[in-house]
């Protein structure tokens, strides 16, 4: 599988495309306006407690308050024998009342784990961790793990050996090799921890200084933000087409990824680098509910607060030889089609999938591996239940940035989100309603009705009846008045 990342750059954005066998997997935007705010740690002061929900508001210099629960965070665990001199072990909070782990007007340091999504704040945790190229730092705990995608036992061994060698040089902290570091060099990783602690360390000096309420390490940008997490031995090409932003990932790569630097290319063409690729094609797409499947079958996708629904439909696809084979090879391809839309959009949180009905269970099976397989791709983590007797395949996906929707999109002003709109005709009729009340209760000569063109000529041609009824009812006259700017479903009924 050849892999490619395309970096766009304009003075108030930045995208980055991840390309595998030139087919958009993934899409990834930052607006100057409104940068995320994963991985960035604050200095924050205790706002409000909440014993009821076990969780605290934290004011951390944003505009909302963000949202500490008592499981992340961190406390020394309380030992009934305590050696003198020995440290204490940390543990999650959650077993405690909050109101002992926490109190009002507390400063604290913390790092924002999901951005502020909707009407929700930030959700910040105490257990820190700071990235570098191979490892992550956890200052507050003292453990070794390697990531579960690196597999083989031998090299899993080889790397804590490694890490547990250095450790004494860096007391008090805990690592975590990334899936990038299966089969890196030891001298790597001696730099990423020299590195990490330097990094600590400023954090830890400006924390004692800055007032609560101020940011005191800031994540790397989208662009740098990739090449540390995203790039690894099956990235073939970068293509920047910013010279200044290509400069500067150069630098980047030949400082913390030498073997990286040669792959990274300046895009010159006067062709924007989406539309060569035909990346800005797939971003119109993947905003849309529907998704077409190769073989004429397709998906429904509808995105909720609550959850992400997806139907699978057979459509056009009738297949060859008998309607079971035709819902397994459709619902094979949308297993496929689904992980890419969910890695496209970056959906998260709750999200129910429902495939087609089939009743042979090795089917059923087949298409679960079939998700869970393309999954593994997947950087986000995500767990999977079983086909549920309803058919209904049960998953979560884990959010920490808005979805492209959300960050491309905002509300439709008339509809107000529902996806649909009150026809003409009801529209009509609630305006029949509304100037009976005010001639109940005002005196008028007559009625102006200010709506939009769709409600006046339906007045005008097939109402025109019901309003000289009207007219006769309440012995006043009524006209209609066009308002080009109204939306269907606004309408002002005017006194004269």
């Not at 890196?184 to 600590?200: C, G, I, N, S």
């Not at 995203?230 to 990932?249: A, F, H, L, P």
Request: hydrophobic share 40%; net charge negative.
């Amino acid at each position: 599988m050849s892999e490619e990342i395309l970096i766009n750059v304009t003075p108030r954005e930045t995208r980055v495309a991840v390309l595998e066998n030139g087919v958009l997997q993934e899409i990834y935007v930052e607006r100057a306006s409104r940068l995320g705010l994963v991985s960035n740690i604050y200095k924050g002061r205790v706002a409000r407690v909440l014993p009821g929900m076990q969780a605290a508001f934290i004011d951390i210099g944003l505009e909302r308050a963000a949202f500490l629960h008592a499981s992340d965070i961190l406390v020394p665990e309380q030992a009934e024998s305590e050696v003198p001199g020995e440290e204490k072990p940390l543990e999650r909070g959650e077993h405690k009342p909050i109101n002992e782990l926490v109190h009002e007007g507390q400063s604290i340091m913390v790092q924002v784990v999901k951005d502020p999504l909707g009407t929700k704040g930030a959700r910040l945790t105490t257990e820190i961790s700071i990235p570098a190229r191979f490892l992550v730092l956890m200052p507050d705990l003292k453990h070794i793990g390697v990531s579960q995608k690196i597999e083989s036992e031998i090299e899993r061994q080889r790397l804590k050996d490694l890490l547990s060698k250095y450790a004494p040089q860096f007391p008090q902290a805990g690592y975590i090799v990334r899936t990038v570091g299966d089969g890196a060099l030891e001298e790597a990783f001696h730099a990423d921890m020299a590195f990490l602690h330097k990094v600590w360390a400023s954090i830890q000096e400006r924390a004692r200084t800055e007032p609560p309420g101020t940011l005191i390490h800031e994540d790397l940008r989208l662009a740098m933000r990739t090449m540390r997490d995203m790039v690894g031995g099956e990235v073939e090409k970068v293509r920047i087409d910013s010279r200044e932003t290509y400069q500067k990932v150069v630098k980047f790569a030949t400082k913390f990824i030498p073997e990286l630097a040669p792959r990274i290319e300046h895009y010159p063409g006067e062709r924007p680098i989406f539309d060569l690729y035909g990346v800005e094609d797939e971003i119109q797409k993947s905003l849309e509910r529907k998704v077409q499947l190769k073989s004429g079958g397709y998906l429904i996708i509808d995105q909720t607060e609550a959850m992400t629904t997806i139907d699978v439909n057979t459509g056009a696809f009738v297949g060859s030889r008998n309607l079971e084979e035709t819902i397994f090879k459709t619902n094979l391809e949308a297993a496929q089609s689904i992980v890419r839309q969910l890695r496209l959009r970056n959906l998260g949180g709750i999200i129910i999938i429902d495939f087609i009905d089939m009743q042979d269970p090795e089917h059923r099976r087949q298409v679960l591996r079939a998700l869970e397989k393309k999954l593994e791709k997947d950087h986000a983590k995500s767990q999977i239940s079983e086909v549920s007797n309803l058919g209904l395949v049960e998953m979560t996906r884990k959010r920490t940035r808005e979805s492209l929707a959300h960050i491309l999109c905002e509300t439709c002003p008339t509809c107000q989100g529902r996806g649909s709109i009150k026809t003409a005709e009801t529209i009509c009729y609630e305006i029949f309603r509304e100037i009976l009340r005010e001639a109940r209760q005002y005196e008028a000569q007559r009625f102006l009705v200010l709506a939009s063109q769709e409600v006046a000529d339906r007045m005008l041609d097939e109402e025109s009846a019901s309003v000289a009824e009207l007219e006769t009812f309440i012995g006043k006259s009524v006209t209609f008045q066009v308002e080009t700017q109204y939306a269907q479903e606004q309408f002002d009924v005017v006194l004269l």
